[in-house]
């Protein structure tokens, strides 16, 4: 067993994970240290990593500019907050860790947060294998997350490390070309407009350096194109869907216990997405992200997607699905145009030194891909932040 899949397997088990309804300020993140670096960064895209490292840059008085291609910030953290009395997260939804990591990313301690938590701790579990429903609810008591009660991901980024930089965000910026043959490094937008700085970091998806969608001049060393190209970032797909009634479970995986651990082709599960929450709709969701997720994300409209997803539950739940469906809403986050799949899934760890390093003192790398411990999730993504900051400040 890999270090990732042990750290996968413990959260699952809710090992190290203490229960807390809400999340007072505990400590900083990163000690203070000395600033030897004065000139301007350059932060392209604003997902997690981009809007944590502008946080960090705000922090320490430097200049700079957050450079986003969509129209919004947030990247894989969204919301949306008209499909029930609660808001739902688009993207990231679950806390991967000890939810002080929320007070660890504020990392101020005149910031007085409290946001409440709920321990996701669901009591059914159903398994559909061999074209029945079978239950394993004992499987659920080392079952053990914790998600936002009444906000979101995205929320958290909105109150807290927003404010302080949010006039620093340049929204539908793509960046598609850095050229950093000279002394300082120019980056020009699909509409030719140019920025210069002394050092970027650029926290765009994996995808996006896959397809070349930026030109760098000159290229990037060929060690780091092979290691950018060498990650996969698979589909990923969530849908939520409104029904009159609850016919099901907490949690419905397929297979068995054993394949949902394992998630070989990638992982597919319906949830409860009302669970504990302050509502008495009924919403369930699908989340599938891997090679799996492809049997979603490559179904070409929204009708025949949610056609499709209602007869996969009403095959297993003879015929509920379509008598009580209401309504629903699908992100594609393969379809969206900056993004193009899930996040990263590594095969082999060593690669994330070749990945994530500098290159010539100018270029830095940050987001989910270039966590060592925590890839794939939103706090991962701007811790991967702050290191870089203070790497690029330290001089
Ligand atoms: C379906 C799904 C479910 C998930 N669930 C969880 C979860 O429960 N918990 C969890 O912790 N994590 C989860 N994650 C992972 C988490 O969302 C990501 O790890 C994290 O949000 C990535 O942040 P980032 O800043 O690295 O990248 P992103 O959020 O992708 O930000 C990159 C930004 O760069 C912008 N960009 C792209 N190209 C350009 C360009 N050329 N110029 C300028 N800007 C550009 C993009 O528009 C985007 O805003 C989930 C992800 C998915 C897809």
């Avoid at 999340?23 to 030897?36: A, I, P, R």
């Avoid at 947060?113 to 074209?131: G, M, Q, V």
């Avoid at 504990?276 to 490559?298: E, H, P």
């Avoid at 949610?306 to 739940?317: G, P, S, V």
């Amino acid at each position: 067993m890999t270090r990732k899949e042990f750290i996968r397997v413990c959260s699952l088990f809710g090992i190290g994970v203490p229960l807390i309804s809400s999340c007072g300020f505990t400590h900083s993140l990163y000690e203070d240290f000395e600033v030897n670096f004065s000139g301007k960064v350059i932060v392209v895209g604003a997902g997690a990593a981009g809007l944590a490292a502008g946080y960090m840059l705000a922090r320490h008085n430097i200049d700079f500019e957050i450079l986003e291609a969509a129209s919004v910030y947030g990247g894989r953290i969204k919301a949306k907050t008209d499909f029930a009395d609660f808001p739902i997260d688009l993207g990231a939804e679950w806390i991967h860790d000890d939810p002080s990591i929320l007070a660890r990313l504020i990392s101020d301690e005149s910031v007085q947060a409290n946001i409440e938590i709920i321990k996701y701790s669901p009591e059914s579990l159903y398994f559909w294998k061999n074209d029945k429903l079978v239950k394993r609810n004992f499987f659920v008591r080392f079952y053990g997350e914790h998600k936002f009660k009444n906000t979101t991901w995205y929320d958290f980024f909105d109150t807290y490390i927003v404010p302080p930089i949010k006039d620093k965000i340049r929204l539908n910026s793509p960046i598609n070309e850095i050229n950093y043959s000279g002394g300082k490094v120019s980056m020009k937008t699909l509409e030719g407009q140019v920025y210069e700085a002394d050092r970027v970091i650029i926290t765009v998806p994996l995808t996006i350096l896959q397809n070349e969608y930026i030109n760098f001049i000159p290229s990037l060393p060929s060690e780091k194109m092979d290691a950018i190209n060498e990650v996969p970032m698979p589909d990923g797909i969530k849908v939520f869907i409104e029904f009159s009634e609850k016919f099901y479970p907490d949690i419905l995986g397929f297979d068995g216990v054993l394949d949902f651990l394992s998630a070989a082709d990638g992982d597919r599960l319906y949830y409860d997405a009302a669970f504990r929450k302050d509502t008495d709709k009924n919403i369930l969701a699908l989340f599938s992200v891997g090679d799996i997720a492809s049997t979603y994300t490559d179904i070409e409209t929204e009708e025949a997607l949610i056609e499709y997803i209602l007869n996969e539950l009403d095959e297993i739940f003879d015929g509920q699905a379509s008598q009580f469906y209401v309504q629903h809403a699908i992100q594609n986050w393969s379809k969206e145009p900056f993004i193009g799949g899930s996040y990263s899934h590594f095969d082999d760890y060593s690669i994330q030194e070749t990945l994530g390093a500098p290159v010539e003192n100018k270029l830095y790398f940050a987001g989910e891909a270039y966590h060592p411990e925590n890839s794939s999730t939103v706090h991962g993504a701007a811790e991967s932040a702050y290191t870089v900051v203070e790497e690029i400040l330290k001089g």
